[in-house]
């Protein structure tokens, strides 16, 4: 089973029909531990960082999405997901996050159309399964106002230009995150998040 983190925000639906298309069963769930007990977890986001970790800590997701880090289980974090992973944002001024990856989330510069939205294209910087069978500079979808500059480059392993060359496909071991919403990127969306669930489950049988 694929749990999908509901904290009363995030494209939850869009995400949990995306999973169905690829066979899998999903639960949208907020309780921890269902999070806990399954497969591979999804962090979905739509929305401002300060209210997702106001909600994620609320329900007690921030230590349950702390624990399956620490523990190397598959979690997937999308958009404002990837974001609540890091030391903290700038959004609405200082707020901190889940600091499980130190770096900052900062607005994206001015001379470009804010928010980001629409289709850009992702620079592959590693080899890694997550973009099997997708070709370097694919396109994906975005919408966003601010992007994560992570301290630790060897994360990064997918960029995107837009006024500054941003991480957007950031993978730590069983962790991968992106800025662009695999939900609604077409058939190269679809295999992102095919690519993760494979290894997630191959995992989880070995």
């Keep these: 089973m694929i749990a999908i983190i509901d904290y009363g925000a995030g494209n939850v639906r869009s995400v949990a029909n ?3 298309k690829l066979g899998h069963e999903s639960m949208v769930t907020s309780n921890p531990g269902d999070v806990l007990g399954a497969a591979a ?3 979905p986001g739509v929305g401002a960082a300060a209210d997702t970790m106001h909600s994620l800590t609320k329900s007690g ?3 349950v999405i702390r624990q399956l880090i620490s523990e190397g289980r598959p979690l997937f974090a999308v958009c404002v997901g990837m974001q609540v ?3 903290g944002t700038e959004e609405g001024g200082w707020h901190e996050c889940l600091g499980v990856l130190p770096g900052t989330v900062r607005r994206l510069r001015s001379g470009n159309k804010i928010p ?3 289709w ?3 620079k592959q910087r590693v080899v890694h399964p997550i973009f099997g069978g997708i070709p370097d500079e694919a396109n994906f979808y975005f919408v966003h106002s601010y992007y994560a500059d992570p301290q630790d480059a060897s994360v990064v392993a997918g960029t995107t230009d837009y006024g500054v060359s941003m991480c957007s496909v950031l993978i730590r071991g069983s962790l991968v995150a992106t800025q662009f919403h695999p939900e609604k990127s077409g058939e190269y ?3 992102i998040y095919a690519n993760f669930l494979k290894t997630a489950l191959d995992r989880k049988q070995a």
């Design 116 to 118: 980001h939205m629409g």
């Design 61 to 63: 997701m921030s230590e």
């Design 18 to 20: 995306a999973i169905a």
């Design 189 to 191: 969306g679809l295999r």
């Design 41 to 43: 977890a999804i962090l």
């Design 85 to 87: 992973l890091f030391s």
């Design 120 to 122: 850009n294209q992702v």
